[in-house]
């Protein structure tokens, strides 16, 4: 039994890249127009029900068959460089180490790359939705560097607010934020939400659990219905992913 001074244990998840052992992945060689190449992933958090996955994945020197992209996903560029190339080859997105990128679903494309990736990746693929038929890739990827801050004028709270991204179906939503210093009470969260902090920090705190710090660089996922207090610096910026497919 805990006593007065042992925290319990707290669903809130820090996803720490560096803290996680990778897993072989089988590869079809179909899905690739280059050979075959070594890629490893662990899964961090997973709700079948709605198709989303959370989780690190790396991958060697590839490029994919080009396609539909397979399902709405956010990523951190934790290293290495990509692009996202049109059935020409030619450029359609790059992005690099450090960088948060949107992929929208059925966007016509190929990711390639040279040398080795590894990606903090969220997922949404709905196993009961239809692929949608979209024949051009515009507005299909957006890529956040690390520095930017949101445009507009704050909101009414005080916070700064522009939608990255919004999927098709309404269920995934991702937003830059930057924060004035805030302190916001227990409540549940309403959505599986992730959070990558650019700059600032946010305390996370549960009742009766001790308080989880996310600094800099650092990305924290709460399922959703988790019930915690919000303490935020003064001038956080943060990439916010929320899922409310249910």
């Keep these: 039994m805990p006593n007065d001074h042992t925290p319990l244990r707290t669903p809130i998840l820090r996803v720490d890249p560096d803290k996680v052992t990778l897993e072989p992945l089988e590869l079809d060689p ?34 994919e068959a080009f396609g539909p992209y397979p399902g709405d996903e956010y990523i951190t560029v934790l290293d290495g460089h990509f692009a996202m190339v049109d059935a020409e080859h030619a450029p359609i997105a790059r992005a690099k180490a450090g960088d948060s990128v949107t992929f929208r679903n059925g ?60 999927n098709d179906a309404g269920t995934m939503t991702v937003t830059l934020c930057a924060f004035p210093a805030q302190a916001l009470p227990v409540a549940p969260c309403q959505s599986h939400r992730l959070m990558r902090v650019l700059a ?8 009766s659990a001790a308080p989880v710090v996310f600094g800099s660089d650092t990305h924290a996922f709460l399922p959703r219905g988790t019930a915690c207090a919000w303490d935020i610096a003064a001038g956080t910026v943060a990439v916010i992913v929320d899922i409310t497919a249910t």
């Design 30 to 63: 179909e899905g690739f127009q280059s050979p075959l190449p070594v890629q490893n992933y662990q899964m961090i958090f997973e709700d079948e029900d709605i198709g989303l996955a959370i989780g690190i994945w790396d991958t060697t020197t590839m490029q």
């Design 107 to 166: 966007v016509p494309s190929s990711w390639k790359q040279d040398g080795y990736l590894r990606k903090i990746y969220l997922t949404l693929n709905d196993p009961e939705g239809e692929e949608p038929e979209i024949d051009n890739a515009e507005g299909g990827f957006r890529v956040v560097e690390p520095g930017r801050q949101p445009s507009g004028k704050p909101d009414a709270d005080g916070v700064t607010r522009e939608v990255i991204f919004r």
């Design 200 to 207: 600032g920090k946010v305390t996370l705190t549960e009742p």
